[in-house]
């Protein structure tokens, strides 16, 4: 095996880069990690509702680093109309991101029945735009649901989006079960699913009493987190990285009350790309790196990479992971904080 891999113009298709000085430090995060494109999601305070919103956001990541492609989107909401759809397109606009009702972060304005929406979702079918789905349904005692079985009781409105708009594009973000990879292979090839880099390694035994570990979805079972390596080993071409890193100032990720949990996130984006590396190595993936990281997102995503826009990794020993990320009065603590990586992008 060689030291040094080579990956063409690297691609996370699902970030969350937040607003005013949490984002100027985390968006240049993006870079450090790797990575030359960045799909970021809309759920801000308030949510991206409509396109003007969206290219004023992306006009201020921008301005921290414009090296970075940034493919924006907007939030599902009422507000939303076909007509919104068709000017966001016309914008550059790619997607529109679904979040259930009150699941994770900034998701109090989501949706409670996709039934609503539909002249939306035909209007960005004929648009040709994504449709991203957090795939999960609310926690309910009275229907047995809570966070570990939340995602395969979220499936059957996946298959009926599809049924009903076979040509939309849709992703299920963030798969963390057997039940959605095996889904999501079984549906044609307009229907595609992102993994993160944490879910590949964590388990419910690693967020159960550890806040920094804590995401939504929540990490599952070992034989859950075995189908997601399984279909990376595979190379299946609907399937690649969108990390969901969400960066949380620090006291809100270590400390929850009897009245406040703690906030949901894990926060890979400064590592990203060695991260991702490392795993896969470990079993035994490393050689579907490129095809993971960039060429299957791209390819369904239609974001062809420039010309030279290669990325080079290094084999190390010992990379150790930053504590912190400081930035003024905003800092923020990565995933495996002060543990050591054996890959490290070459400047």
């Given at each position: 095996?060689?030291?040094?891999?080579?990956?063409?113009?690297?691609?996370?298709?699902?970030?969350?880069?937040?607003?005013?000085?949490?984002?100027?430090?985390?968006?240049?995060?993006?870079?450090?990690?790797?990575?030359?494109?960045?799909?970021?999601?809309?759920?801000?305070?308030?949510?991206?509702?409509?396109?003007?919103?969206?290219?004023?956001?992306?006009?201020?990541?921008?301005?921290?680093?414009?090296?970075?492609?940034?493919?924006?989107?907007?939030?599902l909401s009422p507000d939303l109309t076909p007509d919104e759809i068709r000017k966001a397109k016309r914008a550059?606009?790619?997607?529109?991101?679904?979040?259930?009702?009150?699941?994770?972060?900034?998701?109090?304005?989501?949706?409670?029945?996709?039934?609503?929406?539909?002249?939306?979702?035909?209007?960005?079918?004929?648009?040709?735009?994504?449709?991203?789905?957090?795939?999960?349904?609310?926690?309910?005692?009275?229907?047995?649901?809570?966070?570990?079985?939340?995602?395969?009781?979220?499936?059957?409105?996946?298959?009926?989006?599809?049924?009903?708009?076979?040509?939309?594009?849709?992703?299920?973000?963030?798969?963390?079960?057997?039940?959605?990879?095996?889904?999501?292979?079984?549906?044609?090839?307009?229907?595609?699913?992102?993994?993160?880099?944490?879910?590949?390694?964590?388990?419910?035994?690693?967020?159960?009493?550890?806040?920094?570990?804590?995401?939504?979805?929540?990490?599952?079972?070992?034989?859950?987190?075995?189908?997601?390596?399984?279909?990376?080993?595979?190379?299946?071409?609907?399937?690649?990285?969108?990390?969901?890193?969400?960066?949380?100032?620090?006291?809100?990720?270590?400390?929850?009350?009897?009245?406040?949990?703690?906030?949901?996130?894990?926060?890979?984006?400064?590592?990203?790309?060695?991260?991702?590396?490392?795993?896969?190595e470990s079993f035994g993936a490393l050689d579907r790196l490129e095809g993971f990281v960039s060429t299957n997102?791209?390819?369904?995503?239609?974001?062809?990479?420039?010309?030279?826009?290669?990325?080079?990794?290094?084999?190390?020993?010992?990379?150790?992971?930053?504590?912190?990320?400081?930035?003024?009065?905003?800092?923020?603590?990565?995933?495996?904080?002060?543990?050591?990586?054996?890959?490290?992008?070459v400047e």
């Amino acid at each position: 095996m060689s030291d040094t891999i080579a990956i063409a113009s690297p691609a996370d298709f699902h970030v969350h880069l937040r607003q005013g000085d949490l984002a100027a430090l985390v968006t240049k995060h993006v870079r450090q990690g790797g990575f030359r494109l960045a799909y970021v999601m809309p759920n801000l305070k308030p949510p991206i509702a409509n396109a003007e919103e969206a290219l004023l956001y992306k006009a201020q990541l921008q301005a921290i680093d414009p090296t970075i492609e940034y493919l924006m989107t907007l939030y599902l909401s009422p507000d939303l109309t076909p007509d919104e759809i068709r000017k966001a397109k016309r914008a550059g606009i790619v997607g529109v991101k679904s979040y259930p009702r009150g699941v994770t972060t900034n998701s109090d304005g989501g949706i409670e029945s996709y039934e609503t929406y539909y002249p939306v979702f035909e209007a960005m079918e004929q648009e040709d735009m994504v449709l991203n789905l957090h795939g999960e349904i609310p926690s309910d005692a009275a229907t047995n649901t809570c966070v570990i079985n939340a995602e395969p009781a979220f499936l059957p409105h996946l298959r009926k989006l599809h049924a009903r708009f076979p040509r939309l594009r849709i992703v299920l973000e963030h798969a963390t079960t057997r039940a959605a990879v095996e889904c999501v292979k079984s549906l044609g090839d307009t229907v595609a699913c992102t993994i993160t880099a944490h879910h590949l390694v964590l388990t419910v035994d690693d967020w159960a009493g550890q806040s920094w570990n804590f995401c939504k979805p929540v990490a599952k079972f070992p034989d859950d987190r075995q189908a997601l390596r399984d279909v990376i080993k595979e190379g299946h071409p609907r399937f690649f990285l969108g990390s969901d890193s969400a960066p949380h100032p620090p006291h809100t990720k270590s400390t929850a009350t009897p009245v406040h949990a703690c906030a949901a996130g894990v926060y890979t984006s400064p590592i990203l790309l060695p991260l991702v590396a490392q795993v896969l190595e470990s079993f035994g993936a490393l050689d579907r790196l490129e095809g993971f990281v960039s060429t299957n997102g791209r390819i369904f995503y239609r974001a062809s990479a420039s010309a030279g826009e290669n990325v080079v990794i290094r084999k190390v020993q010992g990379k150790r992971v930053e504590e912190k990320w400081v930035e003024g009065e905003q800092s923020v603590v990565p995933f495996w904080a002060g543990r050591d990586l054996s890959w490290e992008v070459v400047e």
